[in-house]
């Protein structure tokens, strides 16, 4: 049986850009090994895409939910999607 995968699309919304949060997401995520991307949003927001196991996903949600030490994390907005089968995980 193939094991289950997630996917989440998060919108995080602070003071989350220039404190080294996509790198210490990336960080986590291949701790995790969760696939996706994340990227700075011209709105000030950080956005990213984590696919894995529901178990991997989570423990990658509840970092970004507080992020790296510098960041200020205000709110976190998580969507289901459906999972693309994505590899790696990339800095946008």
């Not at 970004?64 to 800095?91: K, T, Y």
């Amino acid at each position: 049986m193939a094991e289950q995968r997630i996917r989440r699309r998060v919108v995080v919304n602070g003071r989350v850009q220039g404190v080294f949060f996509r790198d210490s997401t990336r960080q986590q995520a291949a701790r995790h090994g969760v696939a996706g991307w994340v990227t700075n949003r011209s709105d000030g927001a950080v956005e990213a895409v984590l696919e894995g196991s529901p178990q991997a996903v989570d423990r990658v949600l509840q970092f970004i939910s507080e992020g790296p030490p510098h960041a200020r994390v205000h709110d976190v907005d998580v969507r289901e999607e459906q999972p693309e089968g994505l590899s790696g995980f990339r800095i946008r």
